[in-house]
């Protein structure tokens, strides 16, 4: 059975820093085409999808946060952990880290299962 | 990039068929069989209900379908249950090695 689970502060402070642990269990970090996602949805929003990293350790984050993220993995303690810098209040939201697979052609298919997510609210 | 395009609110009483509209470019759905969808109950997890336009992962009702023509994708959910109230959103791979995901939409079983 694959799971996920984040964990990490639940409050933090406008400009800090926020770091993330995704720990999976199921599957391997260094299988070829798994990787694991991060997920944000505000309270009340629309999921929006924040980076991705895969066994080979190609990364991808979107463009409208890219220069604050940055993803990396543990293969060994099968961790997946995201930094995003500069908080601010806007950012508050639950994030969600999941299992990503990819086609055969390098192109991400679908995500899933989801961790249970973790509501981290930015505020001074 | 923007998000797809999904309408804000479906209903439907028991029994009957809804469908749910995805619209993107030519940049994602237009050109990729890599739409997906995901269901969302309050306070939950997104699950994944279809993936790559029209597949159903195991454990999935059939009355999930899903299906594209040109830049939208859409999701039709069959002989409606209550349990099918749920936020739905679709989620499609861009040209930019990205994803992308609609503003989803909120099912309401009347």
């Known amino acids: 059975q694959v799971t996920l689970k984040e964990s990490g502060p639940v409050l933090v402070k406008p400009t800090e820093t926020l770091t993330l642990t995704c720990a999976v269990s199921?599957?391997?970090?260094?299988?070829?085409?798994?990787?694991v996602s991060w997920i944000r949805q505000p309270p009340g929003k629309a999921l929006e999808w924040l980076a991705h990293?895969?066994?080979?350790?190609?990364?991808s984050y979107g463009t409208s946060l890219e220069s604050r993220l940055t993803i990396s993995k543990d293969t060994s303690k099968s961790q997946v952990v995201l930094s995003m810098t500069n908080m601010d209040p806007v950012d508050t939201a639950t994030y969600y880290c999941?299992?990503?697979?990819?086609?055969?052609?390098?192109?991400?298919?679908?995500?899933?299962?989801w961790g249970q997510g973790i509501l981290v609210t930015v505020s001074s | 990039q923007s998000a797809l395009t999904q309408p804000a609110s479906v209903s439907g009483s028991p029994g009957q068929s809804i469908t749910i509209s995805c619209t993107g470019t030519?940049?994602?759905?237009?050109?990729?069989?890599?739409v997906s969808w995901y269901q969302q109950h309050p306070g939950k997890a997104p699950k994944l209900v279809i993936y790559?336009?029209?597949e159903r992962p195991s454990g999935i009702s059939y009355r999930f379908s899903g299906s594209k023509s040109g830049n939208t994708a859409s999701l039709t959910i069959s002989g409606l249950q209550a349990e099918d109230e749920a936020d739905y959103y679709c989620?499609?791979?861009?040209?930019?090695?990205?994803?992308?995901f609609g503003g989803g939409t909120k099912l309401t079983v009347l």
């Open positions: 990293i895969f066994s080979n350790d190609q990364k």
């Open positions: 989620c499609s791979y861009a040209t930019s090695r990205t994803l992308i």
């Open positions: 199921g599957f391997s970090l260094s299988h070829p085409t798994m990787g």
């Open positions: 999941a299992r990503i697979v990819r086609d055969g052609y390098n192109r991400f298919s679908w995500v899933d299962p």
């Open positions: 790559e336009v029209t």
């Open positions: 030519s940049s994602d759905v237009g050109t990729y069989n890599l």
